[in-house]
T-cell receptor, first 111, second 111 residues
Framework: DTAVSQTPKYLVTQMGNDKSIKCEQN?????MYWYKQDSKKFLKIMFS???????INETVPNRFSPKSPDKAHLNLHINSLELGDSAVYFC??????????FGAGTRLSVL | SQQGEEDPQALSIQEGENATMNCSYK?????LQWYRQNSGRGLVHLIL?????REKHSGRLRVTLDTSKKSSSLLITASRAADTASYFC???????????FGKGTRLHILP
């Protein structure tokens, strides 16, 4: 069973559209994260939730809205997609700042 | 702001040789981690070293930590083709739970 799974794996969409990426972890971890990896492979944290509570919110446009219905799920909704949003988005989970377990990534291409 | 910086950015070595990557960081930490990312995949945790440890081994991996110099090194001995990947160091800051990744070292093992 996949520990951290995110869907979809690939997402191709037009500018201005709204899209969501889903993430689920079955590790029983309290903390979940969203990262963005750009074309230069730089991995930057976007959000972190601990037990459904937002604890890290980096300088991310408010077009990005995370939602955590329970501690095993952290979804990312993006409004009004822009070209610069094209990247690979990774979900991860950990037991409060320790080792992070990553999903396989969602490659978002905005045309 | 970025915490960890890996050096070199890219490294090509012959199979069987040892590979050494370095990571420097800016603020005091609780622990430092190394991750591997194969092309098109998520990051996989390799090893964690705590701030009160100086050296740690795991199989062919050896990690050192020098908190006075705010630096760490990852040594992969007897490299194999399967070691071709990007390697990232990640540091937490002891004032919060945020983990910050460096830009990574791209390692290429030549046959």
């Amino acid at each position: 069973d996949t520990a951290v799974s995110q869907t979809p794996k690939y997402l191709v969409t037009q500018m201005g559209n709204d899209k969501s990426i889903k993430c689920e972890q079955n590790l029983g971890h309290d903390t979940m994260y969203w990262y963005k990896q750009d074309s230069k492979k730089f991995l930057k944290i976007m959000f972190s939730y601990n037990n459904k509570e937002l604890i890290i919110n980096e300088t991310v446009p408010n077009r990005f809205s995370p939602k955590s219905p329970d501690k095993a799920h952290l979804n990312l909704h993006i409004n009004s997609l822009e070209l610069g949003d094209s990247a690979v988005y990774f979900c991860a989970s950990s037991q409060r700042g320790d080792i992070q377990y990553f999903g396989a990534g969602t490659r978002l291409s905005v045309l | 702001s970025q915490q960890g910086e890996e050096d070199p950015q890219a490294l090509s070595i012959q199979e069987g040789e040892n590979a050494t990557m370095n990571c420097s960081y800016k603020t005091s930490i609780n622990n430092l981690q190394w991750y591997r990312q194969n092309s098109g995949r998520g990051l996989v945790h390799l090893i964690l070293i705590r701030s009160n440890e100086r050296e740690k081994h795991s199989g062919r991996l050896r990690v050192t930590l020098d908190t006075s110099k705010k630096s760490s090194s990852l040594l992969i001995t007897a490299s194999r083709a399967a070691d071709t990947a990007s390697y990232f160091c990640a540091t937490d800051r002891n004032r919060d739970d945020k983990i910050i990744f460096g830009k990574g070292t791209r390692l290429h093992i030549l046959p």
